[in-house]
């Protein structure tokens, strides 16, 4: 069975400051893995995903991720945070083959300071 | 935004009772996706369906059923609603084709409360 950690309940960083919010997974075989943003009161919004190729993936708003095999990583990470990136983020993974449904990270709250 | 809807966003029932979700979308996708969120738990996925009529169990299946007879349409019922049941539930819809690395969208979710 896959699973995914998200080690950190909240992130908080200063305006202007580089963020990185962390994932690791567990999964069978070769893993997809994608990032979503939650605003208030809204649905989870697709960010980015891995497939495979580059290691370094870029998606929407200026956020990219990093795809450690050796580590079973994939944080996400932003070189200039804005106070508009607060928000709930989740990683998710599902392996390659089989069934689609993807298992989510408990979440990780960023909080952008003015 | 993928056109994704789901009635009612907010209600409130009594343990007991028959409670019926719906999700509408109007992307012709094939997959459709029934998750629970709760806090400390991130989403976790209640049934699934991969077209009319087929549909399988996710991790948090129980107390819950579905069904699908029309391709813009998946059902989520609590046959009898009780309190652990109390959370936001969210549709996702995904496209067919490929390798299957399509992302989820999200509906904008239901807050349910069973009293």
């Known amino acids: 069975a896959q699973s995914v950690a998200q080690p950190e309940d909240q992130v908080n960083v200063a305006e202007g400051n580089p963020l990185t919010v962390k994932c690791t997974y567990s999964?069978?075989?070769?893993?997809?893995l994608f990032w979503y943003v939650q605003y208030p009161n809204r649905g989870l919004q697709f960010l980015l995903k891995?497939?495979?190729?580059?290691?370094l993936v870029k998606g929407s708003y200026g956020f990219e991720a990093e795809f450690n095999k050796s580590q079973t990583s994939f944080h996400l990470k932003k070189p200039s945070a804005l106070v508009s990136d607060s928000a709930l983020y989740f990683c998710?993974?599902?392996?390659?083959?089989?069934?689609?449904?993807?298992?989510f990270g408990s979440g990780t709250r960023l909080q952008v300071q003015p | 935004d993928a056109g994704i809807t789901q009635s009612p966003r907010h209600k409130v029932t009594e343990t007991g009772t028959p409670v019926t979700l719906r999700c509408h979308q109007t992307?012709?996708?094939?997959?459709m996706y029934w998750y629970r969120q709760d806090p400390g738990h991130g989403l976790r996925l209640i049934h699934y369906s991969y077209g009319v009529k087929d549909t399988d169990k996710g991790e948090v299946s129980d107390g819950y059923s579905v069904s699908r007879s029309k391709t813009e349409d998946f059902l989520l019922t609590l046959e009898s609603a009780t309190s652990s049941q109390t959370s936001v539930y969210f549709c996702a819809i995904s496209e067919s084709g490929g390798s299957g690395n399509q992302p989820q969208h999200f509906g904008d979710g239901t807050r349910l409360s069973i009293l």
């Open positions: 992307e012709n996708h094939r997959y």
């Open positions: 999964v069978s075989g070769n893993p997809y």
């Open positions: 998710a993974v599902r392996p390659d083959t089989g069934r689609r449904a993807l298992t």
């Open positions: 891995y497939i495979t190729g580059d290691n």
